[in-house]
């Protein structure tokens, strides 16, 4: 049980362009949804926290125009790298909660490269 | 000071041995403690939640220390798939998750 997709796991993309990541509780309703950003040797990093139904809450920094979220179902949430650039290269991890506990169940990860 | 710190390796044991890694955290508020295993390129993994009376699970021992704060993971009897970074994970409690995580610290198991 418990499981989270997200897709796609890898994308390249040109500079300029905007790339959708989807991340999915297969198998449970997550009430919140997470969105991880981790670049090389460094920790993940919480970018914004979303729940079904409602805004995004964005960790300071993370710029919400350019980092779109929509929690639009219990099992679906999506990040949208809006006007990507190299910089905004990373890995990608969501993680849904959802149950009686608060434990974290991640994504498998989506791998952006931006040309 | 950084909410989690921790020594980022690696620890290069071999086959059998016992490793342990320590992590300090800074915010006294910190509630709940985990450590994560996080292989390379993939996500990170639960590995065990650790409580103030220490808790086991087969050869992994977490241990907490509210008053040094500070929070420990023994691994006994070293094997190759352990190989991976260890990461310290906190959170402030709510349901709201904030995890906190640290940079991690790298283990090599070698034959």
């Known amino acids: 049980g418990a499981v989270v997709s997200q897709h796609p796991s890898w994308v390249i993309c040109k500079s300029g362009t905007s790339v959708k990541i989807e991340c999915r509780s297969l198998?449970?309703?997550?009430?919140?949804m997470f969105w991880y950003r981790q670049f090389p040797k460094q920790s993940l990093m919480l970018m914004a926290t979303?729940?079904?139904?409602?805004?995004?809450?964005?960790e300071q920094g993370v710029e919400k125009d350019k980092f779109l979220i929509n929690h639009a179902s219990l099992t679906l949430s999506t990040l949208t790298v809006t006007s990507a650039h190299p910089e905004d290269s990373s890995f990608y991890i969501c993680?849904?909660?959802?149950?009686?506990?608060?434990?974290?169940?991640f994504g498998p990860g989506t791998r952006l490269t931006v040309t | 000071r950084k909410e989690v710190e921790q020594d980022p390796g690696p620890f290069n044991v071999p086959e059998g041995a016992t490793v342990a890694f320590n992590c300090t955290y800074s915010?006294?508020?910190?509630?709940?403690f985990f450590w994560y295993r996080q292989d390379c390129r993939k996500e990170p993994k639960l590995l065990m939640s650790?409580?103030?009376s220490g808790n086991e699970d087969g050869r992994f021992t977490a241990q907490l220390n509210r008053a040094s704060q500070y929070i420990s993971l023994l691994i006994r009897d070293s094997k190759l798939s352990d190989s991976a970074t260890y990461l310290c994970?906190?959170?402030?409690?709510?349901?709201?998750?904030?995890?906190?995580f640290g940079k991690g610290t790298k283990l090599s198991v070698k034959p």
């Open positions: 994970v906190l959170n402030y409690g709510g349901s709201q998750g904030n995890l906190i």
């Open positions: 993680s849904a909660q959802g149950g009686l506990g608060y434990e974290q169940y």
């Open positions: 979303s729940n079904e139904g409602s805004k995004a809450t964005y």
């Open positions: 915010n006294s508020a910190s509630q709940s």
């Open positions: 650790v409580y103030s």
């Open positions: 198998d449970f309703q997550a009430t919140t």
